[in-house]
């Protein structure tokens, strides 16, 4: 069945609007956040147990700063129980900036007409993703404005052209989307071309918000957008990542929203998304929004940890929205994917690193600037594992199955010996002879913490392999 987002009604009982701002406000205005019930609630999250949202309440109105520092360490505990030490690196890769969308948030506008619109071609896209391998990376998420241009089809034959790049010493081993939503047919064609995860963000849960910053283009179908991940689930795409873009309502009831959007997977496909993303509002060109709710980093601090706690088993994604000092502190609350080494403009990385960024070439403005090799060694040097793995996704490990992993918290168990690896063949294919002596130091103290079995037998193994030239070997 074809669906018309112009006149978009919800057709299947199963995707009814699962978003009632009386019910969140009554939690968020109502919920006692006494001493003796944040413990209780953190107590429940660190046995990895997903938070309803009374209990996410809770954890939003806790005011007292004592209690504040509590659920950010409860945060940065569980983090390291569920995920380890581990961070997940990857690039975004803007293929075209054609919109039909008015937002006032975001550069790609369609009433931004004195930008010059660009469609990656076949050779430049080749170019954008050796540009990229040459840095080290083998997860990219690809990134579409909203036009008739970039049908199913047309994603769908991008992401066949990057994985089809073989370049130097490596390849893309994970492409993953942030596009348009679809009809059932269009997730299918998408699907079929190998993706990982699709992502994307409601940008705001509070539907009057909603309708005020989309000022024209069929995403301002505030229902079309908030069912999109159902039609990709029920289209096979059982692995997706949602997100908020906070700064346009209030950042407490957007928590709940994203909490509430996981509790509808949870019920209906029974299985939760595999990331979470939370950017915050920074400038674009003709940045046009009202300022009032725009974040502090210490609630976004808060924010995070709350997420964290929240939704244990769900990945959760920081990028280079954020300056690099917030970004180091925020690391340590929960976060588990990063971008390294990030360039919006289309076309940009082929060109080289640069230190300004031009509004007129990018959807928003970036302010971590690092290379990817910069990150990798301040991760390094703080003692996380950086990692580049894709074995879950290869191995049929997603959907109902991550969560039979992710849940009990046993994913960590692939995670760290997957994430060591992939660190080893990056530090012996891209890496500074002074960063591949500091890798190698933190691979040999993670691997002895890991203790003497079968398992650290066979790491052992397979990293001896990889210095003598096999590549791309996972649990």
Known sequence: MIYHPETYRIPDKRMQPFIDADEIWSYLRQVKADKGRVRDVIAASLDKKRLSLEETAVLINATDPELIEEIKEGA?????????ERIV?????????????????????????????????????????????????????????????????????????????????????RVNINAAPFDIPGFRTVKESGIGTFQIFQETYHEPTYRKVHLGGIKRNYEWRLTALDRAQEAGIDDVGIGALFGLYDWRFEVMGLVRHVNHFEAVYNVGPHTISFPRIQNALSLDIEKEHLVKDEEFVRLVSILRL???????????????????????????????????????????????????????????????????????????????????????????????????????????????????????????????KAGYRLIDEKVNEMGEDRRVDKLKEKIEQLKTGKRDLYF
């Open 310 to 436: 929240a939704v244990p088993y769900t990945g959760m994604i920081l990028t280079a929205r954020e300056p690099a000092d917030v970004r180091d502190q925020i690391l340590r609350f929960g976060v588990s994917q990063i971008d390294g080494g990030t360039n919006l403009e289309l076309g940009g990385y082929s060109k080289g690193k640069h230190d300004h960024q031009d509004l007129t070439k990018g959807q928003f403005q970036i302010n971590d600037n690092r290379s990817l090799s910069e990150i990798m060694d301040e991760l390094i040097g703080s003692g996380y594992i950086p990692s580049f793995c894709t074995a879950c996704y290869r191995l049929g490990r997603t959907g109902e199955h991550f969560m039979e992993f992710s849940v009990p918290g046993f994913i960590k168990r692939f995670c760290t010996p997957n994430a060591l690896l992939t660190l080893a063949e990056y530090l012996e294919d891209y890496a500074s002879d002074e960063t591949k």
């Open 89 to 173: 690196l990857f690039a975004p890769l803007y293929v075209g900036d054609l919109c039909t969308n008015n937002c006032q948030y975001c550069g790609f506008r369609a009433s931004n007409k004195g930008v010059k619109r660009i469609t990656l071609s076949e050779p430049e896209l080749v170019a954008e993703t050796r540009a990229l391998i040459d840095q080290g990376h083998k997860r990219l998420i690809l990134v579409y404005g909203e036009h008739p241009k970039y049908s199913a089809e047309f994603i769908a034959d991008t992401v066949r052209i990057v994985y089809g790049v073989k370049h130097g010493k490596g390849e893309i081993r």
């Open 76 to 84: 940065r505990t569980l983090k390291e129980k569920v995920y380890g």
